[in-house]
């Protein structure tokens, strides 16, 4: 009785363990995603393990079959042939059908993921250090995609009520957004290092090329927010430039377009409002704090000090503290290095709160007062 409940307690223990070791195994494994090229993708992949693991069983059962039951305490005088071209003809030929015959689904499926024909839209995606631009050249809408998690919380790697967010690191101020169902042209390319956009559910990882226009595609009926991140070793914020990808139903994306759009517009009329109009100090320091600290200080950091050997200090900066006109010439135009990117895209009056916060910022007590209508100046001279 006490042997055969042990028995099946030992059963039940097996049976637990292997569980476990299937859920262990399910969550360390590729994810079927949730477009048809990532789930042919994920299949392929299964398919692959199963005939690894039938190979691996036959190879390694052949070797310790052998080591056991050749061992030299069993056989003390060794058999003295050598070669069999038949066997050996034999595994050459198996391993290289094996090779043939995996090539031909994996081809195929590579064609499929690279073949763009027949898109309903695309989507132009620009990586730049550290961020992700998205332009839609049907719609005539583009923005800015920046990381949303505060960097206080990165700094104290703990939210405001003490956990971190399940979205740490990958969530983003501005969605890309596409409807569900269409297929989708992606343009990749980068304005300055390479990068790559990669969102594993849909099974897209496109590296991002200064010059070039990488081409791919995705498409899916699930509606659902699908997250990433740039794969690519791009410098010190690498690690900051999450992709996120809300796909919704047609309609949602044609209303998601007219806000989008209502959007644009009002800020060209409250940019240009703002830019008519004549700013006080305090209100220029208040919106360049905030500009500065979306813009500018993953670089030169929030306190201004930079990062020294790679992003100059700006506070007590000979640029910062200098003539106006070159600080505002180096913050659209950017360095003559091409170290630092151009703030062109910035409104006037963000690039003159911005501009008069770093000259006011951090001891750098100038006084000077830069007017969205110096920007407007500044542009139409140059
Ligand atoms: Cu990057």
């Known amino acids: 009785m006490a042997i055969r409940r042990k028995l099946l307690g030992g059963c039940a223990a097996l049976w637990g363990l292997t569980q476990s070791a299937l859920t262990q195994a399910s969550s ?36 310790f079959i052998s080591i056991l039951l050749h ?8 058999a003295t042939f050598s070669h069999s071209t038949k066997l050996e003809i034999f595994w050459t030929a198996i391993p290289a059908l094996i090779l043939v015959g995996l090539s031909v689904p994996a081809v195929k499926l590579l ?36 990381l949303a998690t ?21 969530e983003v101020d501005n969605e890309m957004v596409i409807p569900a169902g269409k297929k989708i042209r992606l343009l990749v390319t980068a304005d300055d290092v390479i990068h790559s956009w990669w969102v594993p559910d849909l099974a897209v990882k496109k590296d991002a090329i200064p ?18 991140q740039c794969t690519e070793l791009c410098g010190k914020n690498h690690g900051f430039m999450p992709v996120v990808v809300r796909v919704v139903e047609q309609q949602e994306f044609d209303a998601w377009v007219e806000e989008k759009k209502a959007e644009k517009l009002a800020a060209q009329k409250a940019a240009e409002e703002a830019a008519a109009k004549s700013w006080s100090l305090d209100d220029l320091m208040a919106q360049g704090e905030k500009a500065y600290a979306t813009n500018c200080g993953t670089c030169h950091q929030v306190n201004g000090e930079g990062v020294p050997g790679a992003f100059p200090a700006l506070k007590g900066s000979p640029i910062a503290t200098g003539p106006v006109e070159k600080h505002i010439e180096l913050v659209i ?11 062109a895209y910035l409104s006037d009056a963000d690039l003159a709160a911005i501009i008069t916060y770093e000259r006011n910022a951090w001891g750098n007590n100038t006084g000077d007062v830069v007017q969205p209508a110096d920007i407007k100046a500044y542009r139409a001279g140059n």
Request: glycine share 8%; net charge negative.
């Open 28 to 63: 360390m494994n590729l994810r079927p995603g949730v477009t048809e090229t990532s789930q042919e993708a994920y299949e392929l992949h299964m398919l692959v393990i199963v005939i690894m693991t039938v190979i691996a069983v036959i190879v390694f059962g052949a070797m």
């Open 71 to 78: 061992r030299k305490s069993k056989n003390p005088t060794p």
């Open 111 to 146: 064609i499929k993921m690279e073949d763009t024909s027949g898109a309903d839209m695309s989507v132009i995606i620009t990586g730049s250090q550290w961020k992700w631009h998205y332009k839609y050249p049907d719609y005539d809408i583009e923005f800015v995609s920046n």
């Open 150 to 170: 505060p960097w206080e919380t990165i700094n104290q790697h703990k939210g405001a009520n003490g956990e971190l967010d399940e979205n740490y690191l990958l």
């Open 211 to 228: 010059g070039f226009i990488n081409e791919t595609w995705t498409m899916t009926d699930k509606p659902g927010i699908y997250r990433g």
């Open 333 to 343: 135009h950017g360095p003559a290095s091409k170290k630092m990117p151009g703030f």
